[in-house]
């Protein structure tokens, strides 16, 4: 019978290098636009280059010390680099959700109708990317400094029985205040940013979904037995922002329950690690494929 550490091996290998591979061929694709064409370049691909960039970083900090632990190597990471891939893992991993966040704003300004009182951002909405993208940069890098401060690798520390802990990182004591208030900052951001992208999602579903029912008289009957663009749209966002509200929340209840956990349950962590890459894995081939 096949064990569960070689399953779970099997599954993080797979997810790293397909998740990678699919992220570094959009983000090429991107880079391409911007460097060879640069007059086929929209707004929209700054923001989808910074999505896949923190994407591809994400997997490849998060899979392969786990693929490592998979092989065995347990005390492969020493301090400075367990803070430094816990650190960049744990910063991308906000950026993509900011990033999902702003990407269905502008698409949500983008599609909205010209008779909205929204309308007059349409015209503006680009010039705001770049300093967003540079906003989610510095503030995430700012409220994850405590990483740095009190990450250490496991091999230098014996006291399993307080806050996060993994085969290869663990943090030292937090005083209560500490991690009431570093918690705190992380559950606000995800909060604030998951009910923007909820809300963003939910309009743009509503707009096209009014536009498909005034345009539907015009519909040829050959046309009628096919989607509608606005149904392919509609389709993408909701199957989009529903896959990443789903592995979102799951991750952060069982990061949650690890830290604060008083005996540690090695397989809840690293199913834990397994869906916090999923939507990494799975967004540039929706993307793709609907581009």
């Not at 663990?170 to 809300?199: G, R």
């Amino acid at each position: 019978m096949v064990s569960s550490g070689i399953i779970f091996q099997i599954l993080f290998i797979s997810q790293t290098f397909i998740g990678f591979a699919g992220n570094s061929l959009f983000f090429t694709s991107c880079m391409c636009t911007f460097l060879i064409h640069p007059h086929k370049k929209k707004p929209v691909d700054v923001i989808l280059a910074h999505l896949t960039l923190a994407n591809a970083v994400t997997l490849v900090l998060r899979g392969f010390p786990n693929i490592m632990l998979s092989f065995g190597i347990k005390h492969g990471i020493d301090d400075m680099g367990c803070k430094t891939v816990l650190y960049i893992q744990r910063v991308t991993r906000s950026i993509s959700l900011n990033v999902t966040s702003l990407q269905s704003m502008f698409q949500a300004v983008t599609i909205t109708p010209v008779n909205y009182k929204w309308a007059w951002l349409k015209n503006k909405v680009s010039v705001y990317i770049l300093p967003s993208l540079l906003f989610f940069w510095i503030i995430n890098m700012i409220i994850y400094v405590e990483i740095i401060l009190r990450v250490v690798a496991t091999i230098n520390s014996s006291d399993i029985k307080h806050g996060y802990y993994s085969l290869y990182c663990k943090s030292i004591a937090f005083e209560n205040y500490q991690a009431v208030s570093f918690l705190s900052a992380i559950l606000i951001q995800d909060l604030l940013f998951l009910f923007l992208t909820t809300f963003n999602s939910v309009y743009m579903a509503n707009i096209l979904y009014r536009h498909h029912k005034t345009v539907q008289h015009v519909r040829s009957t050959i046309q009628s037995s096919r989607h509608f663009p606005e149904e392919r749209g509609t389709h993408t966002i909701l199957i989009l922002v529903s896959c990443f509200l789903f592995f979102y929340l799951i991750n952060s209840f069982l990061t949650i329950y690890l830290t604060v956990a008083n005996e540690k349950n090695w397989q809840l962590d690293k199913f834990g690690d397994l869906i916090s890459s999923c939507y990494p894995t799975i967004c540039p081939f929706l993307l793709i494929k609907n581009e």
